[in-house]
């Protein structure tokens, strides 16, 4: 079978999956209509210094392709490219039982890398989960959604931000996953947002903070930034991360890291060209100098 018509039977396989499945009932009010394809571009850079000065760069790039996005009561499955993030540390003896693990779990066509996932909402904890509905990630909760979360790429390109019980964290003193004190913490929400000169209504949210630890001899201090923006649907626009790492004793860099996932132009909707007002600003003023040089011209 070849790779287009393998594509559109996994996608005929998940509509008639969840045409059939008792979860179909009525669209429910976790999840809303999104469209069928999504296309990200991926890029970060990483920067190690020695005695502070710049010893070596590395930028990697990469894109990550979602389709047959379907909503089905509490869960919306999509369809992606991005096979090696979700299978955890799990041992397999032979690649056959590899492949028969995916193929169960996730749809996945071993020659293709595809696979089929799900978010599903349970009350009010956010599940990411495979085709039989184990849980994959079981960490978070609508109600207090952490964006450092997304971190972890897939989790949070779409969220049910028109949930009744739907709310962004927004505040915070300590690590995602410890309860490491967290200093100098800067958090901002927005109802708009700008991404390559177009202005969207949504969500936008920035933290930064720092913290401290010991490592290796030496007082360490990471200042860490993050920037999401989603549409007004709660699907994902842009992530942006970024790690300053200092010696606290010196302030000499250590390293830095920063990471962006944005939304490629054409699956964005809704969006108004951000009016620069430089360029009026030049135009009137090359009138103006432009009038009073002929003046001055016709007075001689």
Avoid at 112 to 135: H, R
Avoid at 171 to 184: N, S
């Amino acid at each position: 079978m070849s790779g287009g018509l393998r594509s559109v039977f996994w996608g005929m396989s998940l509509v008639l999956f969840l045409a059939c499945s008792s979860g179909i009932q009525t669209q429910a009010v976790t999840w809303t209509n999104y469209g069928s394809m999504y296309e990200y571009s991926e890029e970060s850079t990483r920067i190690i210094y020695q005695d502070g000065k710049k010893y070596d760069e590395g930028i990697f790039t990469d894109s990550l392709m979602v389709w047959n996005v379907t909503t089905v009561g509490d869960k919306v499955y999509f369809q992606t490219n991005f096979t090696p993030y979700f299978m955890g540390l799990m041992h397999f003896e032979t690649q056959q039982e590899y492949d028969e693990y995916l193929e169960k779990h996730y749809w996945c066509d071993s020659n293709e890398g595809n696979m089929t996932i799900a978010y599903s909402v349970v009350d009010t904890d956010f599940c990411f989960v495979d085709m039989l509905d184990y849980t994959i990630a079981y960490n978070a909760t609508i109600t207090d959604f952490d964006i450092r979360f997304i971190y972890q790429k897939m989790y949070g390109l779409f969220l049910p931000v028109n949930h009744s019980l739907f709310n962004f964290k927004t505040e915070y003193t300590t690590l995602l996953h410890t309860e490491g004190v967290i200093h100098d913490v800067v958090f901002e929400e927005e109802d708009s947002f700008v991404l390559d000169k177009m202005k969207y209504d949504g969500y936008y949210l920035s933290l930064e903070y720092v913290y401290y630890y010991h490592s290796v001899g030496i007082n360490v201090r990471s200042e860490r930034t993050i920037v999401v923006m989603y549409s007004l649907k709660g699907e994902l626009y842009y992530y942006g991360f970024s790690e300053f790492i200092r010696n606290d004793d010196n302030n000499d860099r250590i390293q830095y890291y920063e990471a962006s996932f944005t939304l490629d132009a054409p699956y964005r909707e809704n969006g108004v060209r951000r009016i620069s007002f430089a360029s009026p600003i030049i135009v009137i003023g090359s009138i103006v100098i432009a009038t009073y040089i002929l003046t001055k011209w016709r007075k001689k």
